[in-house]
């Protein structure tokens, strides 16, 4: 198992990441990715007001790319992008998984045929139903009629 790497190594790495123009995501889509499933919890509970929350994405810090606070529709449709983002990433994580190994039936033996008693016929009908009774009281645990 790999040794995890600390939170400031992560931090280092993640501004390398970002420092190319262009190929990042902004600073809204990734908080919204990363709090994927609270922020959905939260527009469960309550109808999302698109201009309240871009307010306070401006007060946490966040900018349109120009510099400018973040437009309510710019807020929806980022949180449509992470949404789509992530259905996308579970269905190809778990396309990725390998199949489960399927159950094998467990074959069980044939069952043994009850003894007979030296008091039953050998052949015949009588014999037969003998055998069948026999068979039925051993199956439902009772004890046999001999």
């Known amino acids: 198992m790999r040794p995890k790497r600390s939170d400031t190594e992560m931090q280092q790495l993640a501004e390398l990441a970002r420092a190319k123009p262009g190929i990042t995501r902004s600073p809204l889509y990734r908080w919204l990715r990363a709090r994927h499933e609270t922020f959905a919890s939260l527009l469960e509970e309550t109808r999302p007001e698109w201009r309240t929350l871009a307010e306070g994405f401006a007060r946490l810090g966040m900018t349109a790319s120009d510099g400018g606070p973040i437009a309510p529709e710019t807020v929806r449709h980022t949180w449509w992008r992470v949404r789509r983002d992530v259905v996308a990433f579970r269905e190809k994580r778990a396309a990725e998984?390998?199949?489960?190994?399927?159950?094998?039936?467990?074959?069980?033996?044939?069952?043994?045929?009850?003894?007979?008693?030296?008091?039953?016929?050998?052949?015949?009908?009588?014999?037969?139903?003998?055998?069948?009774?026999?068979?039925?009281?051993a199956r439902s645990g009772r004890k046999s009629d001999g």
Do not use: C, I, Y
């Open 97 to 137: 998984k390998p199949p489960k190994p399927a159950v094998m039936p467990v074959s069980r033996p044939a069952p043994t045929p009850p003894p007979q008693s030296l008091t039953e016929p050998l052949s015949g009908p009588g014999a037969a139903l003998a055998r069948l009774r026999a068979e039925m009281n």
